[in-house]
Each structure stands twice: as structure tokens, then as C-alpha cells.
């Protein structure tokens, strides 16, 4: 991951959470679960290769060679998102992947 900066800043947002959710809840259980959600989901978006999976879904086979690497690379420098292309197969994963684990989240704390 190039950009530390990010990492940190959503951390801190999930520490933010993690200590609000102790405060409502004075649970220490619903702490640590909310805790260990948000450092899976916070690796699951910040922390891929995202140079790997940019690729076409056919290519996840075979590794990056240096030209793909380096073709990301400058992507992401010209512009911060745009490392971040659209693939409909990814968005739902990641929509229904990160839908039922919010899902089961919010159920276990608010009960």
C-alpha cells in the first residue's frame, strides 16, 4: 500500500467507532467483534494488490509482469482513484460480502 496516510486515517475512524459503540453498549465483547470487523473490512479494501486484481479476471492466474506493475503505478500517481476501476464482478463481492458482514455486525450490537 503506497498511500500510509489512508491506513491511518481509517483506523483512527475505526477506533472512533470501536469506542463509541463501548460507550452505548458497555460491552466489551461487542467491542473487540466491532474491532475485528473493521480492521478485516479495512483490509480488505486498503490493503490488496490492487495492481493483481486491476487486471482482467482471465490474468489472475499468472503474475504481474513488470510493465502491468509499472502501468498501475503511473495510473495512480496521475490520479489518487483512478487505481480504483469499476469491475462489475468485484462490486458484487465486495457489496455482498461487506452487506452481510455490516448485517450480521449491526445485529450482534444492537442486541
Not at 83 to 98: D, E, G, H, N, Q
Request: with cysteine; charged share 15%; hydrophobic share 50%.
Amino acid at each position: 500500500m503506497g498511500n500510509h496516510a489512508v491506513f491511518r486515517s481509517a483506523l483512527v475512524c475505526l477506533a472512533l467507532v470501536v469506542v463509541i459503540v463501548g460507550i452505548c453498549t458497555q460491552s466489551f465483547t461487542k467491542m473487540m467483534v466491532t474491532y475485528l470487523v473493521g480492521v478485516v473490512g479495512i483490509g480488505g479494501v486498503l490493503l490488496p494488490d490492487w495492481a493483481y486484481f486491476d487486471r482482467d479476471f482471465s490474468r489472475w492466474g499468472s503474475p504481474v509482469t513488470v510493465e502491468e506493475r509499472a502501468s498501475a503505478y503511473a495510473t495512480a500517481e496521475r490520479s489518487g482513484l483512478a487505481r480504483f476501476k469499476r469491475y462489475p464482478m468485484r462490486l458484487t463481492a465486495y457489496a455482498s460480502i461487506y452487506g452481510f458482514a455490516v448485517y450480521k455486525w449491526w445485529s450482534f450490537v444492537s442486541s
